[in-house]
């Protein structure tokens, strides 16, 4: 299937009409908060933000008399809000691709980072401190298990591991298209790639070794909540998903174990969108909640690991390599090039449409 | 009409003590009766007195708690009712709206596995005997409310039941076409000598089509018999009242001789009626006239004594033109109010109000009532 | 004039006329707008066309939508058959029975539709309550595949989409006159011979317009086959769901919503002249 040129064009105009009715509803809630002093923040919504409220926004409004109001908006709404020219938005808290989306198309301001007061640029690890975002926390896709089905320590130590269903028969599952991010660099890992050397991905070779295990993939999962139930409930043996997810699952008592072994770094990140009504707040929130003690008081109790270097210290041991004192995604993760995913992805969903129904 | 005419002298139910119960209640208590082959046989009484009900458990759609039906001898009690081989005709017809007439007249056959050219031939012959043989491809609702009735007895009668059960077929007509259908209806069973029990709670209609009429009032059967008989000689109050206009004029036994008792009121006006052996003297009694019994003069002096005709004295308290008749009530004492009907021939004029007026009827035409 | 005016405005249809209004407003004009401004952005008209059936045409919808077809012929013939009876009870019991099969019915609605799949997941699941049970009992030696497959997403639809049609189905044979059957089993009928000759005739028309809107929902239905299908059980909203949210390729989404849309439309003409025959039947 060979999609004319003109569709990139396409995704750049835009439509008012359908952007206004989505984004109605948002500006409704938006006017009933408190009209004082506010930030409003693009959020994942549900527990994400009840701990972020507690560690973050609380402690942020008594220190600037600053009020922090979530609003939930998928993805698509966001670029409808952006494109028609609708946003209500002083600040996005979302993955790293999708603000690279954003960012592509002249929708985010730069980050101003000689403007911190709280916290020290320098400190801000470099991999995450954008110019068009900065992350707020870093996590990975990870090499997930059920230890009732393998017990810790006989688990694939390796995506080529995982790829070998002879030592290792059992189900698994790899995210779906629909994730936003299906499995091509453990595919390719898998295959022989060394770690640094992923990029650009061959698609065509990596779909090729993700047929190889296709068979035992009974499920891709599509939401971080599938993923982990299906290794909860022993649905599949093993599977590559977010550490958060299971981070949060493994909290709640749930048999999952972590391969931290070629683990792929991922992060979550604020950008600021054109046309923040509240500018400076967005801008004071992002200092404020890089600082070292915001983030080990968020992330003592939300699993990932810290933006800020200075954090490390109280960061969960979980993610910690103790050989090297840094996170696993330092010493033995690669970072998710999400330029190259940003350039290719309407490509690679092409390819995973035609791949997917065999 | 051989083809549709039913078997003579089969029909024949009899009803043994049935009963039927909802909770405590009794709606049908202990109900017994015969009815004859090719009998029209109607349940007359108002509503929750139990005849749609009794109707319901001859054909099967009710239990029967207590108590056997017979038909023909067998009883049928156990029998499903697809099985009792009744015509049926409902109360609102109960025409299939997506059958056309004829299929709907050619139901019962076609359940009965008839074959076809019996079919063809049977439901013609329905169609004729109700005049409907020209709207064989009509649907229900292109049809009048006198049509539709017309089906459902075409339909009920097309197997050759030697039974069929009516319930309030004409409830939903006007008066001038249930008037009109009463004589079809009644022709169109003479003329199968089909048996008919048929429910109603309209007077007029059960005694102009009954053979024989059983009253219903609160689950039992107050008095069976034919029209006249029940009209001339309510065995209660409560049939006086609703078999037409009826005058109870309450008192006390004074004396029994024979068959006639003396019933005296409470203004010490003495009356005499017909009474059956169980009137003792000193009960306190109702005496029962029809009001087109009694007939109305001025009162002029002098009245013969004779103990065949019963006499009183009133004031014209109200009349009404009724058409054919002229109602006037006497009040002949305090609290006792008597109805006489006049017929509107000529000189039939109405009394003027208040003037006094004199009242008199035959003993033989009253009945004393003790219930 | 005015007198003419007045009585013009007095007609019941002022009464729906802010609906309409409201719908055309943020529903029906947005839409246009959104499929003229989606499939302007490709180019020329020609191009336009070329580019919609290279979509139209592409193994992926075609497959979608043969996999959609199927699921959801599938989905209504089985909510159907499951329905038929149920709507039967309904509509001839009163009081608690009556109230307790239609509170069952009706009350898992009120969660949302995310937790109730869930919840099917953890009784379908191979280690779920249902393979459990089966395996327990000796009835199966492995467990059976009823998540993430064909299966799953039938059984997930069908539970969905039960309650418009055993709604539909009640509302029409609640209008089927009691006394009919009564006359058909006084007339001789059996059991079997007034339900196929009367009462399922009478019906008819509800399981015509029932099926219909059971099919118009399963052909847009996207939750379910995502979370219960498996890998290659794509249907063709769970596409426009992609186009959208991952691939920022809002001219492809439209085409395929097009698509939909259509069809639907389609239905919804032959529900509308179904349910405008029921009328004229007077049933």
Known sequence: MTAPKAVNPGRRKFTTGVAVAAVAPTMFWIKKAAAAEQVIVRTPGGVFDDVKKETIYDPFRKETGIEVVPVAATTAKLMAMMKSGQNELDLIDTGDSTLLELEKSNYLMPINYDEFKYTNPADIDPVVKRKYQVGCFIYAMVLGFNTKAIPVGTEPKSWAEFWDLKKFPGRRTLPDMASGTPSLEFALIADGVPMDKLYPLDIDRAFKSMSRIRSAIPKFWDTGALSSTMLADNEVSMGALWSTRAAVAIDQGAPLGIQWNQNALLAQAYGIPVGAKNLANAKKFIDYSSTPEAQARWLAKYKAIPVNTKAYGATSRDLIDPATKTPWTKSKGFLLDINWWADNRQKVGQYWSKWIIG | MKGVASGQGKGAIELRQITKRYGKERVVDAVSTTIAPGEFFSLLGPSGSGKTTTLMMIAGFADVDEGQVLVDGTDIVDVPPQRRGFGMVFQNYAIFPHLNVFDNVAFPLRARKLPNDQIQERVQQALELVRLERFADRFSRQLSGGQQQRVAIARAIVFQPSVVLMDEPLGALDKNLRYQMQVEIKEIQQRLGMTVVYVTHDQEEAMNMSDRIAIMNNGRIEQVGRPTDIYENPASNFIARFLGEANLIEGTIEEVREDVAVLCTAGGLQLRARADGNVQPGARAHLFVRPERVTIVRARGGIAADPAINHATGRLAQTSFLGNILRHVVEIEPGIRVTVDVQNASGGLFRAVDETALLSWRAADSVILQR | ?283
């Not at chain 3, 329905?83 to 009706?106: D, E, H, K, W």
């Not at chain 3, 009691?178 to 007339?187: C, D, Q, T």
């Not at chain 3, 317009?209 to 249907?235: E, N």
């Not at chain 3, 849309?261 to 389609?266: G, N, Q, S, Y």
């Open chain 3, 1 to 283: 004039m005015t007198v003419k005016k007045s009585r013009k405005f007095s007609d019941a249809t002022v009464f729906i006329l802010p609906a309409v209004l409201l719908l055309a407003l943020v529903f029906v004009g947005p839409l246009i707008w959104f499929f003229i401004q989606a499939l302007a952005s490709v180019g020329t008209p020609a191009e336009m066309l070329s580019y919609a059936w290279t979509i139209i045409t592409s193994k992926a919808v075609v497959t979608a939508l043969m996999t959609t077809n199927w699921i959801s012929l599938m989905v209504t013939l089985l909510v159907l058959l499951i329905s038929y009876p149920l709507a039967c009870y309904l509509a001839n019991n009163q009081g608690m029975r009556f109230t307790l099969v239609l509170f069952c019915i009706v009350v898992p609605y009120f969660t949302s539709i995310i937790v109730r799949t869930y919840s099917w997941m953890v009784l379908l699941g191979r280690n779920g309550i249902i393979n459990q049970v089966l395996l327990y009992l000796g009835v199966i030696n492995e467990p059976l595949a009823l998540l993430y497959t064909k299966t799953g997403i039938l059984i997930g639809m069908v539970y969905v989409l039960l309650p418009y049609m055993v709604l539909t189905l009640f509302a029409t044979m609640k209008a089927i006159d009691p006394s009919l059957m009564r006359a058909a089993r006084g007339l001789g009928a059996s059991g079997f011979y007034a339900f196929t000759r009367i009462y399922f005739p009478l019906s008819v028309h509800g399981v015509v317009s029932g099926s219909l809107i059971v099919f118009i929902l399963s052909i847009g239905f996207f939750i379910t086959p995502a979370l219960m299908g498996g890998p290659s059980d794509v249907m063709i909203a769970m596409l426009i769901e992609r186009s959208v949210e991952i691939m920022f390729d809002w001219s492809g989404a439209a085409i395929m919503s097009l698509l939909l849309l259509f069809a639907t439309l389609v239905l919804y003409g032959i529900y509308y002249r179904v349910t405008d025959v029921r009328r004229m039947m007077g049933a």
